[in-house]
């Protein structure tokens, strides 16, 4: 009985292995990478274990060609080549011991030997077919070896000459038929490597240009998952398999980068401006306290600063928290309620409208997970298109919004008519609970569209009797109108050119 065989070229420890497996749960995008090309070739998904390998180990130990199944002479070429590429030396520098780095270049270089295969550019569909056969012929001797294995097993428990006799007469028939069988493989295993060594040289430029282009890419992975993540609003210290999702939709998505970017323009101003305007509480002061409190220090404390001797003792004193301090008393800061965001995702706002909407959306998001507020978006287009609602946050804490959420929201784009009123009785539910004056709706949108006026009228009278506010951002980078918008909302504002009053009155009103 012949050992098994591995289905892959290096070899891999119980840590790369578990690594790996951790990305693959982790990341989406390389899952699907490993389903579809394991779709295309056999062992696709074991050749992606050695390309992390490649870019995680620090010692490569490649196995001897008799150990690994023959439908996977492929990958070894691939690897040869690779392992000889001038580029890979630096990829390494970046990516040797670090899973996110080494995951994102897996994802990267693994994509692109995915489209190069697709294109049979390096391998005939021919060949394809040939890998195929060749692990169907493994699988059936696979099954060979286990049958005679549990014939072994039957004749030590024979007992009479006669069925000892007859099961002999067929392990040997067995031992015949997989020792042809075995033969064919090697056979045709030869003639399919010899064919893959012929085009070695043809393939050699291309697979160099692809990682170079990969390792190119690999250095600027950090970075842009970094300024990504600050800029929606995602949380930095993540998996590394959540850095490598956000780092390959923002580079395959030039959308979201655009998106991303003018988020963090719109975060930046509204945090500015909300601190500017909202940093300091009304209060009275009604007493001198004990504390460490810099900003409320009496006068008579700083001027102790100039004399060396006292300048220890308000040391000492701060660190024990004794200097004297004014003491305020604020009101007490009630929640707001949830905060629903009507995001306008028909035809009409395809192009400039979506990106502007939706980084509004999200810059939306980020000011309601500093207020301890519940966040939810529904986005909308005709009547008979079905609503994507997402709750993001929750009451009572400061939270990060959650990445595949957020890619939900940015990346969702139905298209089609538009219609108001579903979506606004929609959040007008997402109300329903709220007590009277607390929860705010935000309706985005470039305008354009009508309602029914005893709709309006119902809405209207519903808006008076709950004490909430609508309030309307107009994209109006394109064709856009005004008046549904102002006959629905308390308030109406445009986003055109973003300027300072543009963002006073989205983001400081809300």
Known sequence: MSLRRADHWIEIDSYDRAAFTALLDDTPSLRRLAETGARLLPHFDSFLLDLFAVFFKLNLLLREPEQVVPSAAFFRFLLDQILASPGLSGARRHTALDEARAGAATLLLGERLLDLLKAERILT????????????????????????DTLADLLAQARPPQSERRLGAL????????????????????????????????????????????????????????????????????????????????????KLRRMADLVGRMRQTARALRRKTYERADGEVYAIDAGDELSRILPSELAALRHPALRRDFQRRLIDRKLLVYALREREQKGRGPLVVCLDCSSSMAGDKEIWSKAVALTLLDIAGRQRRCFRSIAFAAADTPLQVLEMGGRGRAQRADIAKVFDLAEHFPGGGTDFQKPLDAALECLGGTARGRGDIVLITDGECRVEPAWLERFQAEKKRRGFALFSVLIDVGPSSVQVLTELSDRVTSVHQLTTEASQEIFLRI
């Open 125 to 148: 569909r021919g060949e394809m077919l040939d890998a195929w056969n060749l692990q169907r012929q493994g699988d059936e001797i696979a099954e060979r070896a286990a049958d005679e």
């Open 171 to 254: 392990g040997k028939r067995l031992e015949r038929e997989n020792a042809a069988a075995q033969r064919h493989l090697e056979h045709h295993a030869a003639r399919f490597v010899k064919r893959l060594r012929d085009g070695t040289a043809r393939d050699a430029p291309r697979l160099a240009a692809e990682l170079e282009r990969s390792a190119a890419e690999i250095q600027a992975f950090d970075d842009n998952a970094e300024e990504g993540s600050l800029a929606l609003g995602l949380p930095t210290g993540g998996s590394a398999g959540m850095k490598i999702e956000l780092g390959h939709r923002l580079a395959r998505n030039p």
